[in-house]
């Protein structure tokens, strides 16, 4: 994917980026992203691994990245990737995909 979008693909077209008969994809420059704060420092809840797992449901999807866990059950509806984006993380740690679609 982080091949893709330095090379100027469109991940969301539907052909993931790839060149459709003679069409070229604009190069783009490397931009320096600011990076969003995703966590409340007023949470300092630990779970345990066993308690993660008991999320890897569609009713209640949580998956880690960077170490901390995200409750995805309210982006269900709306996920530009679709709720079953969600529901295949869920449970897991996500970071390298959710850092390389984001960046």
Do not use: C
């Not at 409750?71 to 990737?81: A, C, E, I, N, Q």
């Amino acid at each position: 994917m982080e091949r893709v979008k330095s090379e100027g693909g469109d991940l969301s077209n539907g052909y993931w980026g790839e060149q459709i008969g003679n069409e070229t994809l604009p190069q783009t420059a490397a931009e320096d992203v600011e990076e969003v704060k995703m966590t409340n420092d007023k949470v300092k809840q630990i779970l345990t691994v066993d308690e993660l797992r008991k999320h890897d449901k569609e009713e209640s999807p949580w998956f880690v990245v960077n170490g901390e866990v995200y409750d995805g059950t309210p982006f269900l509806k709306d996920h530009p990737g679709g709720g079953s984006s969600i529901v295949a993380a869920a449970g897991l740690d996500s970071t390298d995909e959710f850092m390389a679609i984001r960046k």
